[in-house]
Structure formats: structure tokens, C-alpha cells
């Protein structure tokens, strides 16, 4: 399963983007899909992830700003950003857990990750 993210790019504080990220491959199931981010000398964090089922997970910095959405159809999953700010800037990265070409073993997988750079 590869996982492809876009939509980063360069925003001045208080902007919008929206990222999304596209699965493809051998899936035969996709469980939970989100959204982590890391910035320079940090570790990786959860931004935010959704189920299957639409159960939402959001880190509290983000609560009110961001908004993370689903089509379980086209295996892609979205993440609404507003009202930016220049401590958003980081890469973010796409996560998914579920199931591929190995039916019965839970996997996770992971984007390549795209550049979000808020200016203040």
C-alpha cells in the first residue's frame, strides 16, 4: 500500500490549505487514516485520524482549525487547515492502518510526507 500526500506549500499566517492523501496498491482494508506532522528538532505528532466509521481524533492544538474528512470510496483522506499559524510549519505526513496484500496481518503505512510553511 503507497500513500501519496499533496496540497503543501507556502501560506502567510492566518491562510487556508488543504492537504490530501491518496492510497493505492494491494488494499483490502483501510482502518484508521490521518494525519501527523514534525517539525525541525521535534518528534512526530498526531495532527488528527478518522476510522473508517468517521470517528475523529484531533490533537487540541489544532481543535477549531483544522478539520480531517474521509471518501472511503477513493481511499483518500483530507485535512481542511484554517486560520494558520507560523507554528503549524512542519512536514506533514500521511499515516494509514489496515490490511493489504496479507490478509489477516495488521500494517501500518506512512506518505512521504509534504512541507506545510506558515509565514508570520
Known amino acids: 500500500v503507497q500513500l501519496v500526500e499533496s496540497g503543501g506549500g507556502l501560506v502567510q499566517s492566518g491562510g487556508s490549505l488543504r492537504l490530501s492523501c491518496v492510497a493505492s496498491?494491494?488494499?483490502?482494508?483501510?482502518?484508521?487514516m490521518g494525519w501527523y506532522r514534525q517539525a525541525p528538532g521535534k518528534q512526530r505528532v498526531l495532527v488528527a485520524r478518522?476510522?473508517?466509521?468517521?470517528?475523529?481524533k484531533s490533537a487540541d492544538s489544532v481543535k477549531g482549525r483544522f478539520t480531517i474528512s474521509r471518501d472511503n470510496a477513493k481511499n483518500t483522506v483530507y485535512l481542511q487547515m484554517n486560520s494558520l499559524k507560523p507554528e503549524d510549519t512542519a512536514v506533514y505526513y500521511c499515516?494509514?492502518?489496515?490490511?493489504?496484500?496479507?490478509?489477516?496481518?495488521?500494517?501500518?503505512?506512512w506518505g512521504q510526507g509534504t512541507q506545510v510553511t506558515v509565514s508570520s
Open positions: 499515516n494509514a492502518e489496515g490490511e493489504g496484500q496479507y490478509i489477516g496481518v495488521p500494517e501500518e503505512y
Open positions: 496498491g494491494s488494499i483490502f482494508r483501510l482502518d484508521t
Open positions: 478518522i476510522t473508517s466509521g468517521g470517528n475523529i
